[in-house]
């Protein structure tokens, strides 16, 4: 374990170095960027890493102490650049992470409406940056027995939530004179559904990459992964699985949004891949981490 918390640390700290200066190389050939998009842009990015490994920590998803999710969440970061004019999917990846801690602490809890209303009120915040992710309410009402029962009283908690975030927004474009503009935010979400995908050949490359080492992820998880952890880790890693594969269905559905969902799809599967590079020391598992910053960094100079 000493070895490899040794190895998380130092990578974490390259993966951090990266970040900056791929964001710094990107803010330098783009001029129209102001400086404080990219303070933002770190400070949105730093934000989320911490609550990745708060979420891992608190719950031991790795089973072991390990800063992997974070190293892989910087270095996804560092090569994309050109998320920098995407703050909202920041604060909606926030408040997802948010969501997801509150529901694992109904892990066996016979009171626990209070966490069920805060969950799914982090979840429609979320919703108010990326309005697709309401359709994540159904999902998580069904995905939620994984952890806890979704019995009645639980289920009128998320309701209620729900139509409290809803109903203050409603009233506030009521009051500040904003419904039309509050209707166009969601039409143009509904307009986007099913869009025509095209996509630059880097872009093809970067996610045929990151769907290799999302699959072997999974299937790590699902084959030795499962069997050596305890069921609250094996309950929580599903959960995870389960809305990482629908930020990757709404990438491809609300294609013009894509690299919102991917920013999405970086927390659960940077804790997904983080498992198998914790596990995996042989030869196979570096290669793939040298493959992955050779692939990553043509797509970073791609934009640049």
């Given at each position: ?129 990326i309005p697709g992710l309401l359709l994540l309410i159904p999902i998580i009402w069904i995905s939620f027995n994984l952890i806890n029962t979704l019995n009645i009283k639980r289920w009128l ?148």
């Amino acid at each position: 374990m000493a070895h490899r918390l040794t190895r998380a640390n130092w990578l974490w700290q390259v993966a951090f170095l990266l970040f900056m200066l791929s964001s710094g190389l990107f803010a330098f050939f783009r001029s129209d960027l102001a400086w404080w998009r990219i303070l933002l842009h770190a400070v949105l990015v730093g934000g989320n890493a911490v609550l990745l490994q708060l979420l891992v920590r608190q719950f031991e998803l790795l089973g072991s102490l390990s800063i992997f999710p974070a190293t892989i969440y910087f270095l996804l970061n560092a090569f994309c650049p050109n998320f920098i004019p995407e703050p909202q999917a920041y604060l909606a990846s926030a408040c997802l992470m948010m969501t997801c801690l509150s529901i694992f602490n109904c892990y066996q809890q016979n009171e626990c409406r209070v966490k069920v209303y805060n969950a799914y009120f982090f979840l429609c915040m979320a919703g108010i940056f990326i309005p697709g992710l309401l359709l994540l309410i159904p999902i998580i009402w069904i995905s939620f027995n994984l952890i806890n029962t979704l019995n009645i009283k639980r289920w009128l908690a998320s309701l209620l939530a729900v139509i409290t975030v809803v109903g203050s927004i409603c009233a506030l474009a009521f009051v500040f004179d904003a419904e039309q503009r509050l209707l166009l935010i969601f039409t143009r979400s509904v307009e986007n559904f099913y869009a025509a995908i095209f996509l630059k050949a880097e872009e093809w490359i970067f996610l045929a990459g990151l769907t290799v080492l999302s699959i072997i992820g999974i299937f790590h998880f699902l084959n030795q992964g499962q069997r050596s952890r305890r069921n609250s880790i094996r309950y929580f890693n599903s959960f995870l699985i389960i809305i990482g594969l629908f930020c990757v269905a709404m990438m491809f559905l609300f294609s013009p949004l894509r690299h919102q969902y991917l920013i999405l799809a970086a927390l659960p599967f940077s804790i997904i891949l983080g498992m198998y590079f914790n596990d995996v020391q042989h030869l196979f598992s570096r290669i793939l981490i040298i493959l992955s910053l050779a692939v990553g960094c043509v797509y970073c100079l791609s934009f640049i």
